[in-house]
Nanobody, 122 residues
Framework: VQLQASGGGLVQPGESRTLSCEVS????????GGWFRQVPGKEREGIAC????????QYLASVKDRFVIARDNGRSMLFLQMKNLQPGDTAVYYC????????????????WGHGTLVTVSS
């Protein structure tokens, strides 16, 4: 099983960025998807979760009005659309499949991607 995240990099405050995650080795139709992040010096934290059908999603309060999680099961892809990025969003972002809980450290997740670094700085 591989989860290949991409789209990270250096962005200016206020800018937008979309992260992508390609899943191989598992049928994404049977898994919830999620995005976690680890801010330097803090624990990894679930920020967005989407159920297997894509109908329902949940968000951490700090990103709720700025980030959107999406999925394309036909292409076996997960996405995280991020708007109005701020320095506090600087983190390594991980995509996951399996049980996902916003605000958790991801103890129930089945599979993790390797992470992609997003740095928000002027």
């Amino acid at each position: 099983v591989q989860l290949q995240a991409s789209g990270g990099g250096l962005v200016q405050p206020g800018e937008s960025r979309t992260l992508s995650c390609e899943v191989s080795g598992r049928d994404l139709n049977y898994y919830a998807g999620g995005w976690f992040r680890q801010v330097p010096g803090k624990e990894r934290e679930g920020i967005a979760c989407i159920e297997s059908t894509g109908v329902r999603a949940q968000y951490l309060a700090s990103v709720k009005d700025r980030f959107v999680i999406a999925r394309d099961n036909g292409r076996s892809m997960l996405f995280l659309q991020m708007k109005n990025l701020q320095p506090g969003d600087t983190a390594v972002y991980y995509c996951t499949i399996g049980p996902c809980e916003v605000g958790s450290t991801g103890g129930r997740v089945d599979f993790w991607g390797h992470g992609t670094l997003v740095t928000v700085s002027s």
